[in-house]
């Protein structure tokens, strides 16, 4: 199901955007560096909150329409919970994030980290040393702004090899 969410996900920002900006503070951009090689998410770059019973927003972006890699970050807060200005963690209860980096040629590789790998690692015993941890470090009703780092692993199974991911950096604006 989370792969299927992740490729409904990619389609969508395929298809919402084919302007490719700069990466520049001011300007939408997903950024960060993976085993030591600096990575770009800007081309069709989307933000998407939705308030209902729960709160969630998706940011998602390519390196490129023509066989590039992909990246997805989903935020969501429960009950009575916001998202907010906050350094988010596995364990924080009311809220999950999850992230899933598509390497390979058309993002063909699926590599995740987030809450929800996170615990399902710790509930059949695996060690995770390296959890992603967020930071949101702006939101308002236009955009949302923060960091990233951690471990992602092949397939979301922490048995797997591992993608280092650190300078993580986004910057959107909502659609």
Known sequence: MKKNLFLATALVVAFASCKKSNSTPDSPHITFTVDGTSKTFNTGLTANKYVGSQESIIIAGLTSLTGGEAFTLILGASGSNSITVKTYVYTDAGFSFDATYASGVGGSTNYEAGSTFSQS?????????????????????????????????????????????????????FQ
């Open 121 to 173: 690692a710790s509930h059949i015993g695996q060690t995770v040393t390296n959890n992603m941890v967020l930071h949101i470090t702006a939101i308002d009703a236009v955009s949302i702004k923060g960091t990233f780092s951690g471990d992602f692993y092949l397939d979301g199974d922490a048995t797997q090899s591992k993608k280092s991911i650190t300078n993580g950096d986004f910057y959107a604006k």
